[in-house]
């Protein structure tokens, strides 16, 4: 077993975070007893990782044996997923000018993004959740992983793990449309899966490139609009000044915050935006949080 502590960059709230964290994937992460534990990709194997929040520092443990080099990219990797050096009190200072947003903001300070482990998990399972309610798009994901993946076995409770784009592109279409994907959906989901496996797509030679080549490149591929990019940098690369106006769900926020009689169009929410920068991401972020919780 190896163990390291990490310490986030203030101000940071583990609670909040694994709260929302917990609610929306309660399949790839398990809560119990103050501890959270899920399975990542390391290399070419999966591990478990349990982390506890421990007199402000983060504890992680994995009971893998690790050589120095899985340990380092594994604690690269736990670091990127959980915004661990990601400072929010210039984001709490930007957002006192905004009067109506300001107390929405400082309910839920603390509360950070926490990425998907790879691009590969964020691509598809945003795919998947293309034009349908969390709901169902939860569920989708959860036959896909179950159908297509591996577990393991961690204090006695077997976790799953997540496919690799080996696994998915396996498959064929009839295997999904078995799962309720309807064709479409499941074309491009395995496709996209073969595409990287025969190194025709490499997401990661895309995370140092600008928001706007990055979203120029993805679209160009089948099945992959404009939302699922900004969702991919957003959740998957991390990108701190993102806007994805066209969202429903954050139009729907902006509507209930600012008492609208009509839900803002993506011109207007861009103009809002503007005041947002470079912070959108998590204004976009934390209205999401207060839709889903008031």
Not at 44 to 61: F, K, N, S, Y
Request: glycine share 6%; proline share 5%; charged share 30%.
């Amino acid at each position: 077993m190896v163990e390291w502590h990490f310490s986030p960059k203030e101000p940071y709230s583990f609670e909040a975070t694994i709260r929302r964290l917990v609610r929306f994937d309660k399949m790839l992460y398990r809560y119990r007893n103050g501890l959270l534990y899920r399975t990542l990709w390391l290399k070419d194997r999966p591990v478990t990782i349990c982390l506890e929040w421990e007199a402000g520092q983060i504890r992680v443990q994995a009971e893998e044996s690790l050589s120095e080099q899985e340990c380092e990219i594994l604690k690269g990797t736990i670091r990127r997923m959980f915004s661990l050096d990601v400072e929010l009190q210039p984001f709490y200072d930007c957002m006192k000018k905004e009067p109506d947003l300001a107390p929405i903001i400082e309910s839920r300070r603390g509360l950070h993004l926490v990425l998907d482990p790879t691009l590969y998990e964020c691509l598809i399972k945003t795919i998947i959740s293309q034009q349908l309610n969390l709901s169902f798009a939860g569920k989708l994901v959860h036959r896909l992983v179950k159908f297509a993946g591996d577990s393991l076995v961690f204090q006695g409770e077997e976790l799953p793990v997540f496919p690799a784009p080996d696994q998915v592109a396996r498959l064929n279409v009839e295997d999904l449309q078995k799962l309720s994907f309807n064709r479409r959906k499941a074309e491009y989901v395995i496709d996209l899966s073969r595409d990287i496996v025969e190194g025709k797509l490499d997401l990661d030679s895309l995370k140092q490139l600008p928001n706007e080549e990055v979203i120029e490149r993805l679209v160009a591929l089948r099945g992959v609009g404009r939302w699922t990019v900004e969702c991919i940098l957003l959740f998957g690369m991390g990108r701190t000044n993102l806007l994805p106006a066209a969202d429903i769900g954050l139009r729907n926020a902006l509507k209930k915050v600012y008492g609208l009689n009509h839900q803002p169009t993506e011109a207007e929410v861009r103009q809002w935006g503007e005041r947002w920068s470079p912070w959108r991401s998590y204004v976009t972020f934390y209205l999401w949080d207060y839709l889903s919780n008031g």
